[in-house]
């Protein structure tokens, strides 16, 4: 049995649709799916915003534990950003495009204390890998391809693609992609580190829908405080050790943490 208290009704599904996007919550996971498959789920301005609407609703919704973004349709998660609206713009409406997404989006995603999987049935360029990166895990299906093809345009990644990047396949293999613009197979993904695990496309969901299954077992304190912790792990100065130290600790205190440790210590499996 899990320290998580299942809700009292597991089939009760909450949808929410917007214009863009579809958000559903069954059995404590949330389904998010990007609703533009004659764009190729192109992340435009509208779907931005609602993408930031639902993530707020998602954080504050208790019988959401963990979340999967995905696309509708099999051919593309996200096929990059809407570049149409681009034209025309000038430097300082380019930052404030890239600052808003960041804030509001990406980094929102990166900082959520819910486990996000990207559940990848396709194409995931420019913007689309962006979204993918900020998630905490990555399953695509083996159909998917991925890159950033924006140099071909005259522009880098803009919602931290050259930053995320780096951090799981190296400076020297976000440097080949960023800079040829070439897409990459899912099973080269893989290879480099980029996703965690590939399966075909009729399993994506049910595969990404176990990982975190296997998550809903442990105590939710724990992997909220792990997620904080291990992003601590890019601050400068050794920082990130001290506030392991910090958070270690501060589990102590908590109610799951001396139910787990007393279910251990008897041989049994933790109460709810």
């Known amino acids: 049995m899990s320290i998580f208290k299942k809700r009292q009704n597991p089939t009760t599904m909450d949808t929410h649709y917007f214009e863009n996007i579809a958000f559903t919550c069954t059995n404590n996971i949330g389904i998010l799916s990007i609703r533009r498959p004659n764009k190729m789920n192109a992340l435009d301005a509208q779907t931005l915003k609602e993408l930031a609407d639902i993530l707020i609703h998602i954080e504050e919704d208790r019988d959401c534990w963990g979340l999967i973004i995905t696309g509708m349709g099999e051919k593309a998660f996200a096929a990059?950003?809407?570049?149409?609206?681009?034209?025309?713009?000038?430097?300082?409406?380019?930052?404030?495009?890239?600052q808003w997404g960041q804030k509001h989006v990406f980094d929102k995603i990166e900082n959520f204390q819910k486990p996000v999987i990207a559940a990848i049935n396709g194409y995931a360029l420019g913007g689309g890998l962006e979204l993918a990166?900020?998630?905490?895990?990555?399953?695509?299906?083996?159909?998917?391809?991925m890159g950033f093809p924006e140099v071909s345009l005259g522009l880098i990644p803009?919602?931290?693609?050259?930053?995320?990047?780096?951090?799981?396949?190296?400076?020297?293999k976000a440097m080949e992609m960023i800079l040829t613009g070439e897409r990459i197979s899912a099973e080269d993904a893989y290879q480099w580190g980029l996703i965690n695990e590939v399966t075909g496309i009729n399993d994506l969901v049910h595969k990404t829908k176990e990982k975190l299954n296997r998550m809903f077992l442990h105590s939710r304190t724990a992997l909220s405080t792990a997620i904080k912790t291990i992003h601590a792990?890019?601050?400068?100065?050794?920082?990130?050790?001290?506030?392991?130290i910090e958070n270690f600790g501060k589990l102590f205190s908590t109610s799951e943490f001396e139910e787990g440790v007393a279910a251990f210590l008897e041989k049994r499996k933790p109460r709810s």
């Open 158 to 172: 803009g919602y931290g693609g050259t930053q995320r990047l780096p951090a799981l396949v190296g400076k020297g």
């Open 233 to 244: 792990s890019t601050l400068p100065n050794n920082k990130g050790f001290q506030i392991e």
């Open 80 to 98: 990059g950003a809407d570049i149409s609206e681009f034209y025309g713009k000038s430097q300082k409406e380019g930052q404030e495009i890239a």
């Open 133 to 145: 990166l900020a998630c905490h895990l990555r399953i695509a299906s083996k159909n998917a391809e």
